[in-house]
C-alpha cells in the first residue's frame, strides 16, 4: 500500500512540473507578445522562446537551485525554532505535541521500535 502511495506521489509531481512547465512558458509568450512588441518594437517569441525566457531569468534571478539565497539559513531557522518549543514543553505537552503531529500525518508505530498508545 504504501509502494503505491509513493508511485501516486511521484506520479502526481511528475504531472504538475509538466503541466507548470508548459503553463509557465504560455503565460510568458502572451504577456511578451501583449507586451513588448507595442511598448519596445520588440519581437513577437514563440512558445520555446518564452521558455528560454523563463528558463533564463530564473538562472539570472534565483540561480541554480534551492541551495541558492539562503535557503539553508531559512531551514536552519525553522528547525531551531521547533527545536526551541520543544524544549520549552513539559515531557507530557511534548509527547501530547508529538502524537497530535503523528495523528495529522498519518504516521504509524509499527516497525519503528515505539510501542503503540
Same mark, same amino acid.
Given at each position: 500500500?504504501? $509502494?503505491?502511495? =509513493?508511485?501516486?506521489? =511521484? +506520479?502526481?509531481? =511528475?504531472?504538475? +512540473?509538466?503541466?507548470?512547465?508548459?503553463?509557465?512558458?504560455? #503565460?510568458?509568450?502572451?504577456?511578451?507578445?501583449?507586451? #513588448?512588441?507595442?511598448?519596445? !518594437?520588440?519581437?513577437?517569441?514563440?512558445?520555446?522562446? +518564452?521558455?528560454? =525566457?523563463?528558463?533564463?531569468?530564473?538562472?539570472?534571478?534565483? %540561480?541554480? %537551485?534551492?541551495? !541558492?539565497?539562503?535557503? !539553508?539559513?531559512? !531551514?536552519?531557522?525553522?528547525?531551531?525554532?521547533?527545536?526551541?518549543?520543544?524544549? +520549552?514543553?513539559?515531557?507530557?505537552?511534548?509527547?501530547?505535541? $508529538?502524537?497530535?503531529?503523528?495523528?495529522?500525518? %498519518?504516521?504509524?508505530?509499527?516497525?519503528? %521500535?515505539? $510501542?503503540?498508545?
Amino acid at each position: 500500500m504504501k $509502494k503505491t502511495w =509513493i508511485a501516486r506521489r =511521484i +506520479a502526481g509531481g =511528475i504531472v504538475i +512540473a509538466v503541466a507548470a512547465f508548459f503553463a509557465f512558458g504560455f #503565460i510568458a509568450m502572451l504577456l511578451w507578445n501583449a507586451l #513588448i512588441p507595442d511598448l519596445f !518594437h520588440g519581437p513577437v517569441v514563440t512558445f520555446w522562446q +518564452a521558455v528560454g =525566457i523563463v528558463v533564463l531569468s530564473h538562472i539570472l534571478l534565483r %540561480g541554480w %537551485g534551492p541551495w !541558492h539565497r539562503g535557503y !539553508h539559513w531559512r !531551514h536552519d531557522r525553522w528547525k531551531h525554532r521547533l527545536e526551541e518549543k520543544l524544549s +520549552a514543553m513539559t515531557p507530557e505537552e511534548r509527547e501530547k505535541f $508529538k502524537e497530535e503531529w503523528r495523528r495529522r500525518c %498519518g504516521w504509524s508505530p509499527e516497525g519503528s %521500535g515505539e $510501542k503503540p498508545a
